[in-house]
């Protein structure tokens, strides 16, 4: 069931409301049992088969949670409450891994060894990703004794609750699971506005705006992954159009799940702020996709720079940040660990050989990023007047990087992201439409330029979208500034930048804004019936 279908809207969302308030009348405990069982039929919605694989990984890691806590209190079993962790984890690797590289595995061995081995596709359950980092989270933080207490239901409102459950965020226990036990249950109607809010600000960013734009981008990846070449203009339309149509999908529906959390009276963590609005590709990693940034670092980054320094130190070598410091260290104890975080991010994205190009070229990006301040930057005898001239140099090169990779993230073939990326560079020429070009008389001022019979009125709309979706992202409050106030999310008021555009039209429980929101859901609400789908559901 995804957060923008009719079902959803007009049945499941009302339905589960209203009886979580209605239970929460008799008892806290029936409605968080209706919250599971809510949950249990949004994810068995689209295939119960899902439900059935989903609930034997739940069922193991729960054993896994509990062995490793009866071990705790024993200090002589240490040893074997560690082999229960790395067996654990190496259950939930092997089991995303079946599941969702299984086929990428065997096509990548017939490419490489010229066989031609046949594996029947296998099912993909709905967000086996982010359900299986947080499961893997779960059981790392229960062997470092952050969650010492849990039963079987808790945790399968954990792991389970509906809003989060498909596409993030990748929540941790210990931020979860105190709200819920503090939680009332018990109908506020400012907490429901305010959720209802957020999601009908994320239903508009989905259904108008991420597939509005959508409609003129598919097409140029088709035409290219069909081995037609894409021209100047294209290719760039087709990079910045699919960067703001993702953006806004992410965002849509990360509004949304903090929508809905929030009706209910639960904060989620901040997952998306405003990451398009980012002066470098670090800050970009820190406002994109927050809680697979903070799993990343945390899991897999932290643990090895700490491994290798410690290793250097052992062996008296020069850490980063002392006067000794060379290009080894930098490629030791930063370079390498980040190269493989974004390695597995890309892995984890998707089970193909663009999304582990796309992470190695945002680890790359990041190499060079940190380089430069590690060099540049740390030189610069005058900080303020640096940030004046780069903030906005850094915004142009990052928003151009994050756009010329998210081509690899888009296209299906290898030939097709080549396509447009030998676009990107004028390699298949520079094409305007002739009905555009020859009214104004032109043509011969261009000589660098081709006509072609595209259509004058696709190739302007298609740019008016690029453009004006770009202002919104680029210049607009995000929705944790205009909802600030009302904590929409975990460290929202934090993270948010209170602009005076933020300020001026933060949100009121008033008519004025009760206006504002009715004409956005009816605007969604419209759209509902079009195709789509969250791009992020397939991960």
């Not at 409301?17 to 806290?28: E, H, I, V």
């Amino acid at each position: 069931m995804l957060f923008n279908s009719p079902e959803f809207v007009f049945a499941f969302l009302p339905l589960t409301l209203a009886g979580f308030f209605l239970f929460g009348r008799l008892s806290r405990s029936l409605a968080l049992a209706w919250l599971v069982a809510a949950s249990v039929l949004f994810y068995a919605w689209w295939n119960p088969l899902n439900l059935l694989i989903l609930g034997v990984s739940l069922a193991v890691n729960f054993l896994f949670a509990i062995q490793i806590r009866r071990l705790a209190p024993l200090p002589e079993r240490a040893l074997l409450r560690r082999a229960t962790l790395i067996a654990g984890i190496v259950f939930n690797l092997v089991f995303l891994g079946y599941f969702k590289y299984s086929n990428f595995i065997q096509s990548s061995f017939n490419d490489a060894f010229g066989t031609q081995f046949v594996l029947e596709q296998v099912i993909l359950p709905l967000g086996i990703s982010f359900i299986t980092f947080q499961k893997i989270a779960f059981l790392i933080d229960v062997h470092a004794r952050r969650v010492e207490a849990f039963t079987f239901r808790e945790f399968l409102l954990f792991v389970l609750f509906f809003p989060q459950l498909i596409a993030g965020p990748i929540v941790h226990y210990r931020e979860m699971m105190p709200q819920f036990a503090s939680n009332p249950c018990r109908f506020d109607p400012t907490a429901l506005a305010a959720g209802l809010t957020l999601f009908c600000f994320g239903l508009f960013k989905k259904t108008v705006l991420a597939d509005g734009i959508a409609v003129h981008v598919s097409p140029i990846y088709a035409q290219a992954a069909a081995g037609g070449d894409i021209s100047f203009f294209s290719a760039w339309a087709a990079a910045i159009g699919f960067t703001l149509q993702i953006y806004f999908d992410f965002s849509g529906y990360s509004d949304m799940a903090l929508g809905l959390a929030r009706c209910v009276g639960i904060r989620l963590p901040l997952n998306f702020d405003s990451p398009l609005k980012a002066s470098s590709i670090i800050d970009f990693w820190l406002r994109w996709h927050v809680t697979l940034t903070r799993f990343l670092t945390a899991y897999i980054y932290n643990p090895l720079t700490l491994a290798l320094t410690r290793r250097r130190v052992a062996q008296k070598l020069p850490l980063l940040g002392s006067s000794k410091a060379g290009i080894g260290t930098f490629l030791q104890l930063l370079a390498g660990p980040t190269l493989l975080t974004m390695l597995i991010s890309g892995v984890w994205h998707g089970a193909g050989y663009l999304f582990v190009l796309w992470g190695l070229l945002h680890g790359i990006y990041l190499v060079i990023n940190h380089a430069w301040r590690l060099t540049v930057r740390k030189r610069a005898k005058n900080a303020a007047r640096y940030a004046r001239v780069m903030a906005p140099i850094g915004f142009v090169l990052t928003f151009v990087a994050v756009a010329v990779a998210m081509v690899l993230f888009r296209s299906t073939t290898v030939a097709g992201a080549g396509e447009v990326l030998a676009g990107l560079v004028g390699l298949n020429g520079v094409a305007l439409p002739r009905g555009l070009v020859e009214p104004l008389g032109i043509a011969g001022a261009l000589p660098f330029v081709t006509l072609d019979d595209a259509g004058v009125t696709d190739f302007i709309v298609r740019n008016a979208w690029v453009v004006a979706l770009f202002l919104i992202a680029t210049l607009a409050p995000n929705s944790l500034q205009i909802m600030s106030r009302f904590e929409p999310a975990l460290d929202a008021g934090q993270r948010a930048a209170h602009t005076k555009a933020a300020a001026r039209f933060a949100w009121q429980p008033n008519f004025a804004w009760a206006l504002v929101v009715a004409v956005t859901a009816s605007a969604a609400i419209l759209r509902l019936s079009a195709e789509s789908e969250f791009l992020y559901w397939q991960f």
